[in-house]
């Protein structure tokens, strides 16, 4: 059956940078656009970034472009969020969870990491 | 990059048919998708594409879209699923991806 296992989240003083893994399990990763979302304590869903399946085409939201970094290895099965200069509106449960083809939507996700970011 | 409206919270009887709405410009491009969230939980896909349904969601269950407006139908709704209720789609460039601000579905 699909697992997608994050890990990775933890307490950090704004600044500071994480990074996030996802291994998966269960079905060809690499066939599979991958993606990051979150989920700010008692707040709705927000995409973070996507990833296609070779690794060649990465997108972001604009609120974490240019300090958040997202990479795969497709001989690990694994997808990773690179996370610097965080802020404390980054705050959340991370997610990641595997795309749909064509379609922009996510059919499994992970339970979640949480990031905290705090002084 | 685009926006999904949802209303915040709606209410049905148990038993009873009801409609969340979500409302944006990237939905006359593109198909929403649906997901449920429950307390705790990560949130579970239950409509994407036109009204396709995972394997093992409930019939009851559909989605339909007019227009800038695609909605989620619950047929016969039951206690299990009061939950949050989130879409998403891509947006107006078809490249990012945008989620509604989610609707809590209380079932009385």
């Known amino acids: 059956q699909v697992q997608l296992v994050e890990s990775g989240g933890g307490l950090v003083k704004p600044g500071g940078s994480l990074r996030l893994s996802c291994a998966a399990s269960?079905?060809?990763?690499?066939?599979?656009?991958m993606s990051w979302i979150r989920q700010a304590p008692g707040k709705g869903l927000e995409w973070v970034s996507y990833?296609?399946?070779?690794?060649?085409?990465?997108y972001y939201a604009d609120s974490v472009k240019g300090r958040f970094t997202i990479s795969r290895d497709n001989a690990k099965n694994s997808l990773y969020l690179q996370m610097n200069s965080l802020r404390a509106e980054d705050t959340a449960v991370y997610y990641c969870?595997?795309?749909?083809?064509?379609?922009?939507?996510?059919?499994?996700w992970g339970q979640g990491t949480l990031v905290t970011v705090s002084s | 990059s685009s926006e999904l409206t949802q209303d915040p919270a709606v209410s049905v009887a148990l038993g009873q048919t009801v409609r969340i709405t979500c409302q944006g410009d990237?939905?006359?491009?593109?198909?929403a998708s649906w997901y449920q969230q429950k307390p705790g939980q990560a949130p579970v896909l239950v409509i994407y594409?036109?009204?396709n349904r995972p394997s093992g969601i409930p019939d009851r269950f559909s989605g339909s879209s007019s227009g800038n407006t695609a909605s989620l139908t619950i047929t016969g709704a039951q206690a299990e699923d009061e939950a949050d209720y989130y879409c998403?789609?891509?947006?107006?460039?078809?490249?990012?991806?945008?989620f509604g601000g989610g609707t809590k579905l209380t079932v009385l």
């Open positions: 269960g079905f060809t990763f690499s066939d599979y656009y």
């Open positions: 594409g036109k009204n």
């Open positions: 990833i296609s399946s070779s690794g060649s085409t990465i």
């Open positions: 990237s939905l006359r491009s593109y198909y």
């Open positions: 998403n789609s891509r947006d107006s460039s078809g490249n990012l991806v945008v």
């Open positions: 969870a595997r795309a749909v083809a064509g379609n922009g939507a996510f059919d499994y």
